[in-house]
């Protein structure tokens, strides 16, 4: 299209999707007359930093504000509208039906392009007194604004959040942060479900050591109220908890309802089907944000996954192709997450081992804990990370990282990696930048490259971290001291040290598995073994430390 040839843009919500998608319009068109229409009152914030605004961690409530409508007319000439709710699409007319809620006055808009940005709502389960005055969800601005108000004018002390996903950890974080005490109710038997359960108790250790008690693999059934006011929660173990708010961070539903009413094609994951340029079944409708399912970088299959960055670049897509027919595609998101819990943060990016055999992909996975840079310098932190990879194509599935510090570094590469489709070669060979306060020579990527890349040539299989090790030989190479820490039940104890000199020891005929304290000395006696006349040899993978988060049972 000609940057000179007059074309109508309409774009149906703001925030990450529609907003960026008007700025990009008018940037490569300037003669592009372009209307935004929002349902709520603010067109651009940052939802994400909500929950650090109700823990004032952000104290001043304007830097959450974007980008104003006057911003928007005076920068990039651009008709924002908020409080404009769209409630039809004629697509052969190419028309919207919109209603002003603050006049109550209904009017036509036409269009020649169509961007929907309408985002998903919070999940609000049908039970007996969700509607209390207390009960509240998290999406936008005014959401925070009424619960900061009910926390400071009721002086809360104890609340509940259901959900344990992002939110409901950040909020969880921020409500302990106004030192009210906190419990948190999940219906997975973990915290982070998108986590695999090891690596996921990481994070509940460190919420209970902060004082949340944690209610899992249970659902709230009822909440209990007096008048119209919640005063706590029943779950369905019967459990009754006490609470002053609570708050419901259960996961989203996209707004589809304007789409599919259009004709525009649903995908089978309930969000609007598009192509990499961000158009519907109707070509002349774009679709942006939480509503749209993308196609996901390492499952190659349509995938709802609601966050801002996928929304952002989407959004900057759509609007580019919109007035031009013309835009770099979308490239496919792999889902790189990432929350901070009190003193860890969590991240992960592509396949966990729980969601690449749901997908019924080949897989493998390893776990290393080293440092997040040098040992020896100062303020070493230890980095718990998880790599998964499909052995018999050796390419990267995904990633899930717990620690103190270093874990966006890593969870960025090994997400960037994704992107390349690449291998766990590519992993070892990373130049990546290194000095002591930075990182190692080796870095833990490296690492957990090298582990899979023995694996993966047989100089050392590993067991991982879930496996049914009966019938095994156990062998333990720690130290005296950490054998009578904690152990397995049945182990043959010989200290790597000593190993060479004691193999008469150990039964050849039967199939050994090394454990150590991470994995690492554990490997080096593998490879002894395997030199020495020894067949079947296997190394468990995180070492007795990652047997404490895999199966705590063992060692209660």
Avoid at 495 to 504: A, F, K, Q, W
Wanted: charged share 20%; proline share 5%; aromatic share 6%.
């Amino acid at each position: 299209m000609s940057e000179t040839e007059r074309l109508k843009v309409v774009i149906v919500g703001g925030v990450a999707g529609g907003a960026s998608a008007a700025a990009r319009a008018r940037r490569c068109h300037e003669a592009a007359e372009i209307i935004l229409f929002e349902k709520d009152e603010y067109v651009s914030f940052a939802n994400c930093g909500l929950p650090y605004f109700i823990g004032e961690e952000i104290v001043e409530r304007s830097k959450l504000i974007v980008a104003t409508p006057e911003l928007f007319k005076q920068r990039f000439n651009i008709d924002v509208r908020t409080k404009h709710l769209v409630q039809a699409i004629n697509y052969d007319r190419k028309t919207v039906t919109v209603l002003n809620q603050e006049t109550g006055v209904s009017f036509e808009e036409t269009w020649d392009r169509l961007i929907l940005s309408m985002g998903a709502a919070p999940l609000v389960p049908p039970m007996p007194g969700i509607d209390a005055d207390n009960v509240f969800t998290l999406r936008n601005l005014n959401d925070a604004d009424n619960i900061k108000a009910f926390i400071k004018q009721h002086n809360c002390q104890r609340a509940v959040v259901v959900g344990a996903g992002f939110i409901g950890l950040e909020m969880v974080e921020q409500l302990h942060r106004l030192k009210i005490e906190t419990e948190l109710v999940e219906l997975q038997p973990q915290v982070l479900p998108p986590l695999d359960p090891e690596m996921a108790r990481l994070v509940q250790n460190e919420l209970t050591a902060h004082g949340v008690k944690l209610h899992l693999g249970t659902a709230v059934e009822t909440v209990n109220v007096e008048g119209s006011t919640a005063v706590g929660v029943t779950l369905g173990n019967g459990t009754a908890i006490a609470a002053d708010i609570v708050i419901l961070g259960i996961g989203v539903a996209p707004a589809i309802g304007l789409a599919k009413a259009a004709g525009i094609e649903i995908g089978n994951r309930g969000g609007i089907s598009v192509n990499e340029f961000m158009q519907t079944s109707h070509p002349h409708v774009y679709a942006v944000g939480d509503a749209v399912e993308y196609m996901h970088g390492v499952l190659e299959q349509p995938q709802r996954i609601p966050l801002a960055g996928p929304a952002n670049r989407a959004g900057r897509i759509a609007g580019q192709h919109a007035v031009t027919a013309n835009a770099d595609a979308m490239i496919s998101p792999v889902g790189t997450a990432i929350v901070r819990v009190f003193g860890v943060t969590a991240a992960m990016t592509g396949l966990s081992k729980k969601s690449a055999e749901r997908s019924q992909r080949n897989n493998r996975s390893v776990i290393v804990i080293p440092k997040h840079h040098a040992g020896y310098y100062p303020g070493a932190e230890t980095l718990f990370l998880k790599l998964t990879y499909d052995p018999g194509t050796e390419q990267i599935l995904g990633a899930q990282a717990v620690g103190k510090e270093g874990v966006d570094k890593r969870i960025d590469v090994i997400a960037t990696a994704l992107k390349f489709k690449g291998t766990i070669r590519d992993l070892a060979g990373l130049d990546l930048a290194y000095a002591p306060p930075f990182g190692s020579a080796k870095d833990p990527i490296h690492m957990a490259a090298f582990v899979a890349g023995n694996d993966l040539d047989n100089l050392t299989s590993i067991v991982e971290v879930d496996a049914d090790l009966s019938g095994y030989q156990i062998l333990d190479v720690r130290s005296q001291k950490e054998v009578e820490t904690f152990c397995f039940p049945e182990i043959t104890h010989i200290p790597v040290d000593e190993l060479r000199g004691r193999l008469h020891e150990l039964d050849v005929t039967r199939p050994i598995i090394t454990v150590c304290h991470t994995g690492m000395r554990a490997y080096v006696a593998a490879r002894i073994l395997q030199q020495s006349g020894f067949k079947n040899v296997q190394n468990l993978t995180g070492g007795m430390l990652m047997q404490r988060y895999a199966r705590p049972e063992l060692f209660e």
